[in-house]
């Protein structure tokens, strides 16, 4: 079989996956690859967790979909759960991450409604990533984003990133700012963190302009940087946070989180969605909730992330094409200094599953539930192949 009939949206790797358990992945000819990728930060609680499967299982046999013209019982277990463990207060359930950013943007432009302000903008920064929508593409950064797109959604202003006197000034220059959108590492961006410092700034910031604080965490989000949420490593509370990827561990969910003005925005008729929320889509949301609770998987996500990054450290940072190895807990960054075109088809050659952003970031984003003794196997197989790259030898 031929992909020809597919639109051409993706170069995808000459490989077919037929089977998935853990951290592993088996092709058409049952050849065994190691993940480091997790479906792109999804599957973080590996491939076919045993009670994601077994909720899955249970609840196509009972009810799967009626609407949200009625009461979803899980839809609301999800939301109080999300509540209790996020500070915020009310949820909105969709099915994807740029979904999840679309309500968070209508919040925001109703806010400023609420404020008397008819062309309202939102500050987002240099270098994000917040989906494919037109909106969301609009709010990000990048020509492979952006290109091609024009006309552009009106009303977002880009800011330097990481650099607080810059959001200072723009907030100052821009009297008709209602939010800002930020993510706290940024993933297609190539993996770079703000400052904990930097959140705590924009927070007070944000206060002092009536201004929403928005983060996307579609990525950092459900544990993967050490906490449930990256902005708990800061101490503060959004206004709104977006998840997804790795809400439903595969199954399609996204969650818009809101609290004070963010949360009383909408009323009834403002925003909707045939699918989101469903049966099916907040039961597997609670299973993936408890299984991370259960296996403390942020917890162990934060620990194995410092001692692979040891390991990168001591192996490849002083190697002359190595720029730097940055991160937090699982979501991990490599920045190589000249693009290395056939490293991922050279890793997928020694059965190891990475992806590059940005041409010269590693970025490795594996399952939360990676073994002492894969995560051996993932520096086995990776950092010869750095090393060689880089102009090395490990
Ligand atoms: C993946 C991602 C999105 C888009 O999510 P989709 O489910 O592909 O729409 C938005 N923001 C961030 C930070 C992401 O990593």
């Given at each position: 079989m031929t992909d020809s009939a597919l639109l051409p949206t993706y170069a995808r790797l000459p490989v077919r996956f037929v089977r998935g358990q853990g951290c592993r992945l088996w092709d058409e000819n049952g050849d065994?690859?190691?993940?480091?990728?997790?479906?792109?930060?999804?599957?973080?609680?590996?491939?076919?967790?045993?009670?994601?499967t077994a909720v899955l299982r249970e609840q196509v046999g009972v009810l799967v979909h009626t609407s949200n013209l009625y009461r979803i019982e899980p839809q609301e277990a999800l939301a109080n759960r999300l509540a209790?463990?996020?500070?915020?207060?009310?949820?909105?359930?969709?099915?994807?991450?740029?979904?999840?950013?679309?309500?968070?943007?209508?919040?925001?432009?109703?806010?400023?409604?609420?404020?008397?302000?008819?062309?309202?903008?939102?500050l987002v920064v240099e270098g994000a990533f917040h989906g494919r929508t037109l909106m969301t593409l609009s709010a990000?950064?990048?020509?492979?984003?952006?290109?091609?797109?024009?006309?552009y959604a009106e009303g977002f202003v880009r800011v330097g990133f990481n650099d607080l006197p810059m959001m200072q000034a723009a907030l100052?220059?821009?009297?008709?700012?209602?939010?800002?959108?930020?993510?706290?590492?940024?993933?297609?961006?190539?993996?770079?963190?703000?400052?904990?410092?930097y959140l705590v700034g924009l927070r007070k910031l944000c206060d002092a302009h009536d201004a929403l604080l928005i983060l996307d965490e579609v990525q950092t989000g459900m544990g993967r940087t050490g906490r449930l949420f990256a902005y708990q490593h800061a101490g503060i509370l959004p206004d709104a946070v977006t998840l997804a990827k790795a809400l439903g561990n595969g199954y399609p969910i996204g969650a818009c989180l809101t609290?004070?003005?963010?949360?009383?925005?909408?009323?009834?008729?403002?925003h909707g969605t045939t699918f989101g929320g469903s049966h099916l889509a907040c039961r597997v949301g609670l299973s993936v909730l408890d299984a991370l609770d259960r296996e403390q998987l942020p917890e162990r996500a934060e620990q194995?992330?410092?001692?692979?990054?040891?390991?990168?450290?001591?192996?490849?940072?002083?190697?002359?094409?190595?720029?730097?190895?940055?991160?937090?807990?699982?979501?991990?960054?490599?920045?190589?200094?000249?693009?290395?075109?056939?490293?991922?088809?050279?890793?997928?050659?020694?059965?190891?599953?990475?992806?590059?952003?940005?041409?010269?970031?590693?970025?490795?984003?594996?399952?939360?539930?990676?073994?002492?003794?894969?995560?051996?196997?993932?520096?086995?197989r990776l950092i010869p192949l750095l090393a060689e790259a880089a102009g090395g030898t490990a």
């Open positions: 065994e690859y190691l993940d480091a990728v997790a479906g792109i930060a999804v599957c973080a609680l590996g491939h076919c967790h045993p009670d994601v209790e463990a996020s500070g915020m207060e009310r949820a909105f359930f969709c099915n994807s991450g740029a979904e999840a950013n679309e309500c968070a943007l209508k919040i925001a432009r109703l806010h400023a409604a609420r404020k008397n302000i008819t062309s309202p903008e939102v990000s950064s990048g020509a492979r984003v952006r290109d091609g797109f024009a006309p100052a220059q821009h009297p008709n700012a209602v939010a800002v959108l930020i993510e706290p590492i940024q993933g297609e961006g190539g993996v770079r963190p703000v400052d904990d410092d609290r004070g003005a963010a949360a009383t925005a909408l009323t009834a008729g403002q194995l992330g410092k001692t692979l990054m040891e390991r990168f450290h001591a192996a490849l940072a002083e190697l002359p094409g190595i720029e730097s190895i940055r991160g937090r807990g699982l979501m991990i960054g490599i920045e190589l200094s000249e693009p290395v075109p056939d490293l991922v088809a050279r890793a997928l050659q020694a059965r190891l599953l990475i992806n590059v952003t940005q041409e010269r970031v590693i970025r490795l984003l594996p399952p939360l539930v990676m073994s002492d003794e894969e995560a051996d196997l993932l520096c086995e």
